[in-house]
Every structure is written in C-alpha cells, then in structure tokens.
C-alpha cells in the first residue's frame, strides 16, 4: 500500500464555507487560513477532463489540519448524504500510486495522464486519500502563517 504517510488534514465538505467557518471555529476553538476559490482542472480516473468551483479553507492549527470545501452541485468534492468526511490528506513524494495497490485513482490535478499537485484514491473501505505533492509543503506552512493565497496547481 502507501507505507508510512505524513498525514496533515481531513477534509470535510460543507454546504456553506463561512456558516462553517463560524460554527465550526466557535465551537472548536479553530482559527482559519483565508479562504479561497478557483477553478482547478481536474481528470478523473475513468479519464473524464473537468474544471471544477470550489470555495476552501483550512485551519490555521495544525496538524492535523482541518479542510473545509464548499463544492458546487455535481462536484468531485460533492457532499454525500451519509458522511460529511470527503478525505484524509497526507503529503507524499509521489502522488501516483500504481495499480494493484489496492487504490483506486478517483481524480487528480491537472489534465495530463499523471496527477499534477495533488491526486485522490479510494480506498477498498470507501475512504478518500488525498496525497499531495511533498514540493508544496512550504506553500502550505506559508498560508497557514497568513498569507493570503495558496498557489493554484495547474
């Protein structure tokens, strides 16, 4: 499998980011990175190309961090009725796992035929890892730390 992970955050998918954010923050005591929103390109393991909306933040505490994303209607990072917990995020040197690893790739970063950034599996207990690029660690600290955008992955 993936060995020894770093994990760093959970990422949870909310309806509404800032009532999130509130409650949340309040009633745990977590103070939050600024939020932010693009249009990532993502591929989907079946191959499908999308460009997907997303509003995110992240908990400024850590690690463990916690994710926040308000995704829109349809989404790779859709809301499931029966759990709000979208996926466990650990960096990783190599975000591409290969098959028979007992890993499904559901979607990753980028268009290309390899992930670019981050990349998301399933595993055979139906939970999601993220594994994101060791190379952007220090993007992550520098945002956690204030700054007000987290680069995009393209």
């Not at 559901?106 to 890892?129: C, K, M, N, Q, V």
Request: no cysteine; proline share 7%; net charge negative.
């Amino acid at each position: 499998m993936l060995g020894n992970l770093d994990v760093f955050h959970v990422g949870l998918s909310v309806p509404d980011l800032e009532q999130a954010m509130r409650s949340i923050g309040s009633n745990l005591g977590i103070s939050w990175a600024p939020m932010q929103e693009r249009v990532q390109k993502v591929r989907t393991g079946a191959g499908e190309k999308r460009e997907e909306h997303i509003f995110f933040t992240y908990s400024s505490d850590g690690p463990p961090h916690v994710e926040l994303i308000q995704p829109d209607p349809g989404s790779v990072w859709g809301i499931t009725p029966d759990n709000g917990l979208h996926h466990i995020g650990a960096f990783s040197a190599d975000i591409a796992v290969p098959p028979g690893d007992g890993l499904e790739l559901e979607f990753g970063g980028g268009h290309g035929d390899r992930p670019l950034g981050f990349a998301y599996y399933t595993s055979p207990a139906g939970i999601r890892i993220e594994l994101v690029e060791e190379s952007r660690r220090e993007q992550f600290k520098e945002w956690f730390a204030g700054a007000t955008k987290l680069e995009m992955v393209r």
